[in-house]
Nanobody
Framework: QVQLVESGGGLVQPGGSLRLSCAASGFTFSNVALSWLRQSPGKGLEWISEMLTGSASTYYTASVNGRCTISRDDAKSMLYLQMSSLKPDDTAVYHC?????????????WGQGTQVAVSS
């Protein structure tokens, strides 16, 4: 059974940083691309970043490019998102998901999410 459990969210002031984590189980972690998604209040799920297998390539949506870094530890089955220079618009529930930008919706596996609130 696929499980994705996010942690690390919280309340942070504008300009601050957070590191999100995702613990995965139930599948061969090293064999799949992984993404971070987010859902802002009143909006749908939005893809924001992906890391392909072997940590070879990473991609980001424009709104977070330069402020976020995705990484993975295949030995621990962990996915991370380091976020910096946070803005109020980054307030959302953040989810990790199996798949890349083009495939996560079809694969349909993401966690319950961790809440990030950016406010002074």
């Amino acid at each position: 059974q696929v499980q994705l459990v996010e942690s690390g969210g919280g309340l942070v002031q504008p300009g601050g940083s957070l590191r999100l984590s995702c613990a995965a189980s139930g599948f061969t972690f090293s064999n799949v691309a992984l993404s971070w998604l987010r859902q802002s209040p009143g909006k749908g799920l939005e893809w924001i970043s992906e890391m392909l297998t072997g940590s070879a390539s990473t991609y980001y949506t424009a709104s977070v490019n330069g402020r976020c870094t995705i990484s993975r530890d295949d030995a621990k089955s962990m996915l991370y998102l380091q976020m910096s220079s946070l803005k109020p618009d980054d307030t959302a529930v953040y989810h990790c998901a199996i798949g890349a930008e083009a495939t996560w919706t079809r694969l349909g596996s993401w966690g319950q999410g961790t809440q990030v609130a950016v406010s002074s």
